[in-house]
């Protein structure tokens, strides 16, 4: 799944290497938080979230093969 997330995100900044992506795992859910450099917080987030709501879309419907529910967090 972070390869997923990983494959999405990194061409859409312009650092690339600044994409990092930390699991975080309970009994019912699975949150991926996703860090990127302050300049390229508006290229993943989007007008109006349309490219974060895409992503989260992704990742949910891959995500559904499991029983956890998967979320998907963009964080500073």
């Given amino acids: ?30 949150t991926y938080k996703l860090s990127v450099s302050k300049e390229d917080m508006g290229r993943v987030i989007g007008k109006q979230g349309r490219i974060a709501k895409a992503i989260r879309t992704l990742v949910y419907a891959v995500g559904s093969k499991n029983d956890k529910k998967i979320r998907l967090e963009i964080i500073e």
């Fill in 1 to 30: 799944m972070e390869e997923l997330i990983l494959s999405i995100v990194k061409p859409l900044v312009d650092h690339p290497e600044d994409v990092v992506i930390t699991p975080e795992e309970t009994d019912t859910s699975l």
